[in-house]
């Protein structure tokens, strides 16, 4: 048997012997079964990052013998794309996957002391799907297969996946899909145990999860954007649709936990969240593996579907089974007094993403059920997905305000009085300077007035907790700041993570609504405008660079007389091996604007460029890679100590109650 | 009516106005997806209304005017063809003889498509070139 293989055989049987090892460890409660059980977990994550490191191995050696080698990579292929080319194919994205998840769960294994009854219940339910996928990687997904004949030279790479995105996209985003399972687990074997403490071990997994699928979203994003001359960040093409969602629900759950940990409320809400966000996983690999749905990107027909959609239904009718079993033991406390409350506002968040979640999956899947069940084929447009989700993500803006603020159990006039003149003052401050500079579009002043209503109630919180802390011990304002926040982590944390959905909401805003955009013929020599910019066509160029000719043309920008950009590229990519030209559209932030030039052809003295100027994309960048990693790690390192407390603090749930109704009022 | 359950009626009003408005904008986002056999023979009934056409490009039947930014190729299977013109520029990873989706509307016998989806994996998983040495 082939060497990969047959590691993948002996980590397919280590995982038999895991799950066994924790299934009659349950059963006849012998602790020394766990340990094994334990030790077998470890040796799985130790055998799959062997087989991993063997299948790089095989592309480094540029090994054509080995089939996946040879369809998704060639001897032109540069040695960092021929590297990220074990993730290119159906095949080797699910060994990411596996290691991944083998890595997680070898993790949570070493750490002896967290390995309590929760755990060990948890984890049969990862090491089952293990084993499904190291049975998949041994049957119909085999990364490792060998040919029986040698190929001259491989297929190469996809042109639009010769990108350093493809080395951050894919990855991230298993990451995330990888620890999702976690809390799936996790939630599993709570109702199984009818332990409520599972929703605290959880939001830890799914935080990290969260971060990896929020990351892998980003990522796609500024790929579509610099790559795929879609000429937008968001093109709401399946396969994004289908990272997406799982996002959706993740975000939803990660709000609504906050519920079941102070109120214990929300109980059945967070099983069927967390429900979703695995199904919504593994549907996504579904559609992006599957080749079922025609996208820019699906991996080509694959026969994996079936195993895929086998899995869901088992899923999802053992969770259900179960849920029906322990019914009983899942009822919520009664957390809702009014609907005017932190508590219903936290309600409102998930029907808005469940909504989002609701809309994004029906318009990907009903081409789908169309074709299966009405047996004529559609495809759903962007409009859709935009005139659907614009007035949510409006809605959820404005809750974003108003959440900070709001008392829980039940918000008196008095309380919103107080608490919200000040910031809705400001916001309407802000919309009659907006309109006053000339900002007509509705949708432009609603960004503008929820943007400046989150920042200020935002604002207004944080001073409070600054001054309980200059209250506590006044150290001076800026150990003061420093001690509130490193006090308040998750909250400042969270925060973050606000303010960075609220830049890419202001980056998507300015983008959509004042993008200017025009194509021109151009000779060199010739100038022409778009908004406050002039662009002369200045040379054009035509060279070699790896396994690629480039056509260049060169642009100078000016605004207002002054020059403001060299030498800004319009390029186009001629793939020799693949026979395949590619535009390559180029951004530049000069100032608040992106100058977005994609080439439509290059001649030797001519040009054809649509040039777009882009308002405040450069704020989805900041936004969703600097802000939001930046919260969310601020939020995983409370991780712990919060756990703790709030662990006694659900036993004394009253008295939780209590004071937190003291510091809202 | 007691307050809670105005509220609830409140919801429920917004709620139903938002599954009507979601509803509205998506029978208008719904394009159809033909075949190109199936498209040819239903092309007259079709004419001027936006839709998508699956086929393979026709080997030797592209015409590239990079002045004009157009591209003109033969889209073909094996029950019709028709003329696709696009002046969108080149698309990603356009080729000869792969499969493409067209999004557009027919009109004087003229596909033009507003936008030109190469399928492009499906080539990457093809047959691969056996050389000729090593055969185990």
Redesign the interface.
Known sequence: MELGETILTIALLLTVYALAAHIIGIWKKKNELFDSGRIAIIGIAILTTIASIWLFNLFITRN??Y?YV???SSLDLSMVYTISAFWA?ADGSLLLWAWLISIYIAVIAARGKSYDNLIKHAMPVILVTLAYFFYMLLTESRPVRM??????????????LQDPGMLFHPTTLFWGYAGVIIPFALMVAGIYLSDDTWIYRARRWALWAWLGLALGNMFGSYWAYTV??WGGFWGWDPVENASFLPWLTMTAFYHSTMIQERKGGMKFWNILLILFTWELTVYGTLLTRS?II?S??????SVTAPYYINYMAVVLAATLILVVWKYKSIQSKKVFES?VSREASFLYNNWIFM?ATA?VL??TT??LLSEAFRG??????????N??NV?LGIALLFLMAICPLIAWRKASVPHLKRNFTRPLAVALIAIVIAFAVGIRDFYALVAVAGTVLVTSTHFMDVSRIVNKQKKLEDAGALKNIGRAFWNNRRTFGGYMCHIAILMIIVAAAGAVVYEQAQ?F?MRIGGTYSVGDYDFKLTSIDEYAKGNKDVQAAYFDVYKNGQKVLTKGEAR?YHYVK??????KPMAYTVGIDDLYF??????AD?A?V?IKVMPWMFLMWIGGFYVLIAGILICVSTVVPIRQKRAFDDININQNNKIIAEESI | MNRKLKNMFGIGIVAVLLIYLGAQSFSNALSFYYEVGEFVQKSDSLNGKVVNVNGSIVKGSTIWEPEKARLTFKLADNNGSITVVSNEGMPGNYKEGIPAVVTGFYINNTFQATQVVTKCPSKYGGDLDHGDHNET
């Open positions: 054509f013998q089939e040879a369809i998704y194919g040919l029986d004949f040698m190929p001259a030279d491989g297929n190469g790479l996809n042109p639009l795929l001359n080749g025609a820019v990107h699906t991996f080509g027909q609907f909504a809309s029906w318009g009903y081409p004529y084929k559609v495809m759903v447009g962007p409009s859709f997905y005139q659907v007035p194509t013929n186009m693949q026979e395949s030209t590619n535009v994609s080439a439509q052809a290059i001649t001519s054809t649509k």
